[in-house]
């Protein structure tokens, strides 16, 4: 079993910066992903980016590309996203997520992870 916890949400202005972590600790696996969703009040659950092990490879949803960045510290078991340039419509509760299906697994959805943080708001005011 992976726990994971997020921090480092908070309510910023239209085109601040926040920074996200996400710790693991528990089990390990060989190939996996690590991912961030969203989700807005009265909306679905939504991905954000995700990170896959061990070929690096990284995705964004086309809404946040080349203003998000996903990245991890192997060393401190630690996922971060870097979000720049925020928009109001990027308010929501950003969730982490770890999941092991295989190294040719997209993870684009919430069913190819097994574990997830419990959350940390995000605010950005007009």
């Known amino acids: 079993q992976v726990q994971l916890v997020e921090s480092g949400g908070g309510l910023v202005q239209a085109g601040g910066s926040l920074r996200l972590s996400c710790g693991a600790s528990?089990?390990?696996?060989?190939?996996?992903?690590m991912g961030w969703f969203r989700q807005a009040p009265g909306k679905a659950r939504e991905f954000v980016a995700r990170n896959r092990w061990p070929d690096g490879n990284t995705f964004y949803r086309d809404s946040v590309k080349g203003r998000f960045t996903i990245s991890r510290d192997n060393a401190k078991n630690t996922l971060y996203l870097q979000m720049n340039s925020l928009k109001p419509e990027d308010t929501a509760v950003y969730y982490c997520?770890?999941?092991?299906?295989?190294?040719?697994?997209?993870?684009?959805?919430?069913?190819?992870?097994?574990?997830w943080g419990q959350g940390t708001q995000v605010t950005v005011s007009s």
């Open positions: 997520a770890i999941g092991s299906r295989g190294i040719t697994t997209l993870y684009f959805t919430e069913r190819s992870y097994d574990a």
């Open positions: 528990g089990r390990t696996y060989s190939n996996y992903a």
